[in-house]
């Protein structure tokens, strides 16, 4: 198996409803990873999609073949991934192990989405078809109540009481818009306050609006090369040196394990074994933090805090620069936002841009050398992980 | 290999309040939601049987934001519950204010009838789910 590196990104703004097509945004955000590949479109052998609800936000299936063709990739192979919101982590992953085995050398993996155009009743709706549809949606379960079930599962198996939990996870959204309002790339980019977060709507009991992440339109693209096609194009390579993904049933069929997610912990630990390292080893992380609580489950999974104690870590700021990884500097799908089918792809951009010291003043890490990405989809049904290593 | 309790023979016995899953003839465990194999040991060795419809409830939430379509249901509560034949399965709480919904829930015993959903355009169809009370 080769090495594969990341030689180019790319992402357009996550932001509320706005007027650009899927292939509009997904183009905009190839072509800028392309460029700074120092790359044609021509040399791009195959796209890798992440695209999940196209059809139901604008009438548009198989964008990945109409973006091909946007960006002057003429009739390369062009496939889509749906895993939900892991969809683009996902494309990522399968695009590393097209160039790692050999069959290229040169690919653009990426996703977009235009949730927020759907507004909150449809995406709602649509978001909700990632849970089961015939044994947990006639419940009228929705993807916000799916983590507020595992608010209160996680208050009453850790023995936390609720109001010390809520002021916990309120801590992490807080983080997040920290960091989130100086990322020009964010799409909520504001200061908010424990007491905001507290005070705010509440949308499915314990979780309030400032414990969910936004609905938002935007794409994200990398491009990955192998490690000889790397070297000629760039002087800071960054590698994938592991890679996981798994899957799992509807909620009810983990309970074994909730409220930790079984897929994530089978997913992360192929990625450090793959990569050969420990999640002590880790700088910086981007996790799935679609809502506050879940902030919590994934530290604890992904290995970096202890069960029931990722809130203490947050308040002591083990979770922020300085602390033992600092996580979501990019303002997470809280604040940067959550564009389903690019979040990964997102990520992605995210730990490039932080290793090569590129991002705003305020959240550039230390010379951070290990990067972890984390992306759910669904209730658990689909989990990607990626560890990201600086190569100069 | 033919699916043993397919969605509409459960569905048919959930709408008469009889809480149907598989058994596995292998290691025991019991399956709910179905599923083509045994959820534990992953044995085709599986055959239909109706459960009690009786647990304690694990876990719990009270919607505010609907998805389309079910404005009108809102708030509405979701309980996870424990079968007492070991599975978890979800379902809506009947006899709860949503209003009053807190942690205290959690632990309390529940019994079982049904609501059907009416369907909407997504769906293929109308189906039923349970709809748990507190035990008196």
Known sequence: ???????????????????????????????????????????????FVGNVLGDFSEGQGMVQAFAAESIGAFNVPANKYEGACASASMAVRDAFMWVASGFYDIVLAGGVERAATMGTALATRTFAMFSDARYEYPCGITFPSVFALLAHLYSARYGIPLEKLKTQMATTSVQGYKYGQLNEKAHLRKQVTIDDVLNSFMVCTPLQLHDCCPFSDGAAAVVLASEEVARRLTGKPVYITGIGQASSGPLANQSRYLPRITAREISVKQAYDMAGIKPKDVDIAEIHDCFSIANLIAAESLGFFEFGKAGEAWMK?????????????????????????????????????????????????????????????GDGGTLCNLILQRGW | MEYKLTFKRYDEALRQNKLLGLKCRDCGAVTIPPKMVCRQCASSEIEVVELGGRGKIQTFTVVNVPPEGRESEVPYIIAMVELDEGP??????????????????????????????????????DSARPLFSLEA
């Open chain 1, 1 to 47: 198996m080769r090495k594969v590196a990341v030689v180019g990104v790319g992402e357009t703004k996550f932001s509320g409803r706005q007027e650009k097509t899927a292939v509009e945004l997904f183009s905009e955000a190839a072509m800028d990873a392309i460029t700074e590949s120092k790359l044609k479109p021509r040399d791009i052998q195959s796209l």
């Open chain 1, 317 to 377: 700021g083990e979770a922020d620069i300085g602390g033992k990884v600092a996580i979501n500097l990019s303002g997470g799908l809280k604040s940067k936002g959550h564009p389903i089918g690019a979040t990964g792809a997102g990520q992605v951009y995210e730990i490039v841009k932080q290793m090569r010291g590129e991002v705003e003043p305020g959240r550039q890490a230390p010379e951070p050398k290990i990067g972890l990405t984390d992306t759910l989809g």
């Open chain 2, 88 to 125: 978890w399965t979800m379902g809506n709480l009947d006899n709860v204010d949503p209003a009053t919904a807190t942690m205290a829930l959690i632990g309390k015993r529940v019994t079982m009838k049904h609501k059907v959903f009416p369907g909407d355009k997504y769906s293929a169809g």
